[in-house]
Every structure is written in structure tokens, then in C-alpha cells.
């Protein structure tokens, strides 16, 4: 029986946001925000928090770490998104992106942490059939060339369609 809409799988982030510098960053030189705020971040939130306040049954999928996960998967699941199939990574910290911006532009640095392991684990449970309770599968990153024809395969398999952001 299919329960879920759309399950959103991709990579799950932590955005440090730093605004309103003075002076922009250099290297060397230490700058101040005036102003900070922690979001989650990445295509594959956004999306699932859309489409759950939407009013699609919608289920997320990625790897978060076990030391601040749970922070993320509460955030996610205030959107009305299901959360149980999120996976805590014991050795990688949650990716993150340490946002700069100014009124004119904006820079990011990112540390993937346990979106390492998200591509591997996906066609992992594609291929044991884990998502046959979904109709609808959106990968919200695009796989490497040499994974994604077995992935679809996989997800067909699972009877479900799916969709890709490659953007």
C-alpha cells in the first residue's frame, strides 16, 4: 500500500548564516556580521517542506549526524514532514554551509559531513525494495552518471516514479 506521496531524498544541510558585514571577507582579516541565524538548508528541505505544506504526504530521506540530527529532523517534521526514514551518521557531523552575504553579494563554504554516504546508501535501499510504500521518489541532487541508470531501475522497481532536480 502506497502511504507516502512523494519521499524528497537527497542531501540534508545546516546553514550557518552570517549578514550585514561591515567589511567583506578577505583572507587574513577577520570581519564581523552584525547579524547570524542557523536554517536547514538544501534543495531536498526546501522541497519537502514544501510540498508538505502543500498537503502532499510527504517523506524525506538523507543522512544527518547523530550529534545535532535530531535538531534537524524536529525542524523538518515542524513542516509536516515525515522523518522516520532519516539515518543519524555516528562518524560525520550533519553537511553544513557557512553563509556570508552582504547587500550585493554572498559566498558560501560547505563541508558535505554525511551527504558522503547519501548516493551509496540510496541505491542500497532502492535495490532491497525499501521504498514501496512511496508513490513518488524526487532525488534532489543529481547521482553521478555512472549510478544513476541502476538507481532509477532500482526505484522503478520499488513501482514508484521519480523525478530529478539536476539544478
Not at 535501499?125 to 555512472?146: K, N, T
Request: proline content about 4%.
Amino acid at each position: 500500500m502506497k502511504t507516502v506521496d512523494v519521499l524528497v531524498a537527497g542531501e540534508l544541510y545546516l546553514d550557518l548564516i552570517l549578514s550585514d558585514f561591515d567589511v567583506w571577507p578577505q583572507p587574513g582579516i577577520e570581519s564581523f556580521a552584525k547579524h547570524f541565524r542557523r536554517e536547514i538548508g538544501g534543495g531536498t528541505a526546501i522541497t519537502a517542506s514544501g510540498l508538505a505544506k502543500l498537503g502532499s504526504t510527504t517523506a524525506i530521506y538523507g543522512l544527518v549526524g547523530a550529534e545535532d540530527g535530531s535538531s534537524v529532523a524536529g525542524r523538518l517534521q515542524q513542516s509536516g514532514v515525515n522523518t522516520s526514514a532519516v539515518e543519524f551518521d555516528e562518524h560525520e557531523p550533519t553537511g553544513f554551509t557557512v553563509v556570508a552575504t552582504t547587500s550585493e553579494d554572498r559566498a558560501f563554504l560547505t563541508y558535505l559531513g554525511a551527504n558522503r554516504r547519501f548516493i551509496p546508501r540510496m541505491l542500497e535501499l532502492a535495490e532491497a525494495r525499501r521504498f514501496g510504500h512511496v508513490r513518488h521518489v524526487h532525488l534532489a541532487c543529481a547521482p553521478p552518471q555512472d549510478v544513476f541508470g541502476a538507481l532509477v531501475d532500482a526505484l522503478h522497481d520499488n513501482e514508484c516514479t521519480c523525478s530529478i532536480d539536476v539544478g
